[in-house]
T-cell receptor, first 115, second 114 residues
Framework: AQTVTQSQPEMSVQEAETVTLSCTYD???????LFWYKQPPSRQMILVIR??????QNATENRFSVNFQKAAKSFSLKISDSQLGDTAMYFC????????????FGKGTSLLVTP | DADVTQTPRNRITKTGKRIMLECSQT?????MYWYRQDPGLGLRLIYY???????NKGEISDGYSVSRQAQAKFSLSLESAIPNQTALYFC?????????????FGPGTRLLVL
C-alpha cells in the first residue's frame, strides 16, 4: 500500500514571503498522480496543484509550484508571495490505477500566514 | 465545488440510529468516492464506485454501506451509528474520460454521534 508522509504538522510564514511544504510518498508503481489540496476553515477541499508522474516538468499554478523528485519520492509545495488567504490545512495526496484512483492522503500541514 | 452537493451539511444522531448521507453531482462523472476525515488523520477512503453496478470497499468500510442509485447519486449509510463514527464526511467525484484523475469534493457533512 502507498503511504504519504507530511513531516511538518504546522508551519508559519509572514505575508509576502515564500514557504515550502514537504511531502514524501512510498510506492512501487510507475504510473501515478500527486496532488496538493487546500482546506481552509470553511472545510472545503480545494485542489491546489496536480502532477503526473510521467511528466518531468514541475507543475506550476500562479503562486504555487511543486518540486517533484521522482527518484527520491518527494513532492514539495512552494507558495510564493504568501497571502493571508493561504492560511489553511494543506494535504498531499497520491493516486494510481491500482487503488481505483482513490486518493491516499497525508495527515496534513497547518499553514498560518501572518501579517 | 457547487457541482457536488452533500446533504445534510450537519447531523447529530444517537448511538444505534440508522442514518444516510447523500451525495449528488452534476459534473457527469462516473467515479464517486466517500471519505472520512478525523482530526490529525487526514482523509481516509470508505467506499468508491466506478458506475452504478460497481461498488468497492475502501480502507475503512466496516460499519458503513453505500448505494449508487444513479450515475449522479451515491449515498453512504451508517446502519447503527456509534460514537467513533463522529467525523467529517466527504463525497468526491472524478472523470474517467480524461487522464488527469483530479477529484472534486463536496462541501462535507459534519456528523456527531452521541
Amino acid at each position: 500500500a502507498q503511504t504519504v508522509t507530511q513531516s511538518q504538522p504546522e508551519m508559519s510564514v509572514q505575508e509576502a514571503e515564500t514557504v515550502t511544504l514537504s511531502c514524501t510518498y512510498d510506492t512501487s508503481e510507475s504510473n501515478y498522480y500527486l496532488f496538493w489540496y487546500k482546506q481552509p476553515p470553511s472545510r472545503q477541499m480545494i485542489l491546489v496543484i496536480r502532477q503526473e508522474a510521467y511528466k518531468q516538468q514541475n507543475a506550476t499554478e500562479n503562486r504555487f509550484s511543486v518540486n517533484f523528485q521522482k527518484a527520491a519520492k518527494s513532492f514539495s509545495l512552494k507558495i510564493s508571495d504568501s497571502q493571508l488567504g493561504d492560511t489553511a490545512m494543506y494535504f498531499c495526496a497520491f493516486t494510481s490505477p491500482n487503488s481505483g484512483y482513490a486518493l491516499n492522503f497525508g495527515k496534513g500541514t497547518s499553514l498560518l500566514v501572518t501579517p | 465545488d457547487a457541482d457536488v452537493t452533500q446533504t445534510p451539511r450537519n447531523r447529530i444522531t444517537k448511538t444505534g440510529k440508522r442514518i444516510m448521507l447523500e451525495c449528488s453531482q452534476t459534473k457527469g462523472h462516473d467515479r464517486m468516492y466517500w471519505y472520512r476525515q478525523d482530526p490529525g488523520l487526514g482523509l481516509r477512503l470508505i467506499y468508491y464506485s466506478f458506475d452504478v453496478k460497481d461498488i468497492n470497499k475502501g480502507e475503512i468500510s466496516d460499519g458503513y454501506s453505500v448505494s449508487r442509485q444513479a450515475q449522479a447519486k451515491f449515498s453512504l449509510s451508517l446502519e447503527s451509528a456509534i460514537p467513533n463514527q463522529t467525523a467529517l464526511y466527504f463525497c468526491a467525484t472524478s472523470d474517467n474520460r480524461v487522464r488527469e484523475e483530479t477529484q472534486y469534493f463536496g462541501p462535507g457533512t459534519r456528523l456527531l454521534v452521541l
